[in-house]
């Protein structure tokens, strides 16, 4: 049942990239727009369900020990410092990317602020988590193991990656394909149908074998591959291209929605798994807002690199429209440009997003990289009850305290140890030790004299 759950719980995703081409279609179509309020309600009104769903399985069959917490130990207890900085850091950084190009210029001091303030910001929380933090919401100790770090790197790879085909595909289907928002939705539907598919096959399998490597580098392999393909994307309706690349990219996919979390839960200890788990769910989210963004600069300026061309087959006016920043938005466009003019300006945004796939195969590539680190341990089917609470994490903050403590003290015991060596060896004239350094070390140096 462990290893289902992870599974199922990322099913959702399989009615959010669908929905969300829909939105997104809906937002770079050239028809009137909704309101932001009613695109927001409407792209994730479909996983209402699944909430309702998730909240009362919870609700009725999770049996957890939750010791009662008072609500004013419990508040003092919450890393505020850290929650302010990270949120401030984050929303700051992201703005700027944002902003970045499109509605301010790169060099622009909002732009240039946003961004420094940024990893300012991100920096202090990270001080805050090492010194200052009584119960850290992200302690450090998580990234002291190469595993750990190496499962959150895949994570972000995995994030950064996926969520392109979400918001980037659509734009391909409506652009060169001629499809409308809601069409592009369902042309999208071999990448989510693969995707979720393999997710809960995955699941049965770690729940079975114990073992999460296997899909974790058959993952990140053919999500390399499949994005790899889309490089490949024709200029024109070619399903037997279109659909495979989509299948094959999708399998890649959902093989790491879960994996990569369970090897990271694996190797922390109990007490740090809530936090773990929390981490790694920031850096998803992270991930793919980084790359909506950089994506989209990446696609824009090689639309704009490429005005020229559009503009000797479209004419300049047609070409501005077109070009740039208002690519996204201008498919209604492209749709009633007549012969040779559509299948140029078509070209251009297939050159355009085949530049953005590049980019992102380089990323997945990365991934790869990172999987080669992640530990290897089999998984354990005896359950085992953990203490949670505020008393049983100052418990655990002591222990791991006095842990600390103690290390420090043998580093010392060691460096003096070590200094001694080498004061000795000073007073043998540079000769090194034969034996064991103590406090009185005896050593036979020429003939019959001892020093």
């Known amino acids: 049942m462990s290893g289902v759950l992870p599974a199922l719980s990322g099913q959702p995703w399989g ?11 809906a ?22 369900p699944f909430d309702g769903i998730a909240f009362v399985i919870i609700l009725f069959f999770l049996d957890i020990e939750t010791p009662k917490t008072p609500i004013i130990p419990g508040l003092k207890a919450i890393d505020w410092v850290g929650v302010i900085t990270i949120t401030a850091g984050t929303v700051m950084f992201l ?4 902003y970045g190009g499109v509605s301010f210029p790169w060099s622009s001091a909002t732009v240039v602020c946003l961004l420094v ?3 300012i910001f ?9 010194y200052l933090a009584k119960y850290p919401m992200m302690p450090l100790r998580l990234f002291k193991r190469k595993s750990n770090v190496a499962s959150l790197a895949v994570c972000f790879v995995h994030g950064f990656v996926f ?3 979400a918001y980037f595909y659509p734009l391909y289907f409506q652009a060169v394909l001629g499809a409308n928002p809601i069409l592009s939705g369902v042309y999208l539907f071999p990448f989510v149908i693969s995707l979720s598919l393999i997710s809960v096959v995955v699941g049965i399998f770690i729940k079975k074998t114990g073992q999460y490597l296997p899909p974790i580098y058959l993952g990140v392999l053919l999500m390399t591959v499949g994005f790899g393909l889309y490089i490949d994307l024709p200029n024109g309706r070619t399903w037997g291209r279109i659909f495979p690349f989509q299948i094959i990219a999708g399998i890649g996919v959902g093989l790491n929605f879960q994996a990569p979390l369970i090897a990271l839960q694996t190797l922390v200890e109990p007490s740090d798994i809530a936090t773990a788990t929390a981490t790694f769910g920031f850096v998803r989210q992270l991930a793919t807002a980084i790359s909506v963004v950089i994506g989209g600069v990446i696609f824009q300026n090689g639309m704009t690199n490429r005005e020229g061309t559009l503009a000797k087959a479209v004419g300049e006016s047609t070409a501005l429209m077109i070009g740039g920043g208002g690519a996204g938005a201008a498919t209604g466009i492209v749709k009633t440009l007549p012969e040779p003019g559509r299948t140029v300006a078509t070209g251009v945004y297939v050159a355009s997003l085949r530049t953005m796939w ?3 195969v380089c990323i997945s590539a990365c991934g790869i990289a990172a999987a080669a680190f992640i530990g290897k341990k089999v998984l354990s089917k005896e359950h085992a009850v953990h203490k949670t609470g ?3 994490e100052e418990l655990n903050r002591l222990e791991r305290k006095k842990e600390d403590k103690a290390k420090r003290e043998s580093k010392r015991q060691s460096n003096r140890i070590s200094r001694g060596s080498m004061d000795a060896e000073k007073r043998l004239g540079g000769r090194p030790l034969s034996g064991n350094v103590g406090p009185l070390t005896v050593e036979k140096v020429t003939g019959d004299n001892n020093v």
């Open 95 to 98: 703005l700027g990317l944002e």
């Open 122 to 130: 991100a920096v202090l929380f990270f001080l805050n988590e090492r």
């Open 27 to 48: 937002s770079i179509s050239i028809v009137s727009l909704p309101t932001p309020f009613h695109c927001l309600t409407s792209t994730n009104a479909p996983l209402v």
């Open 163 to 165: 969520i392109s085909a």
């Open 390 to 392: 505020l008393e049983q």
């Open 15 to 25: 009615v959010f990239l669908p929905r969300r081409s829909h939105g997104g279609g």
């Open 358 to 360: 590049i980019f992102y």
């Open 117 to 119: 303030f940024g990893v």
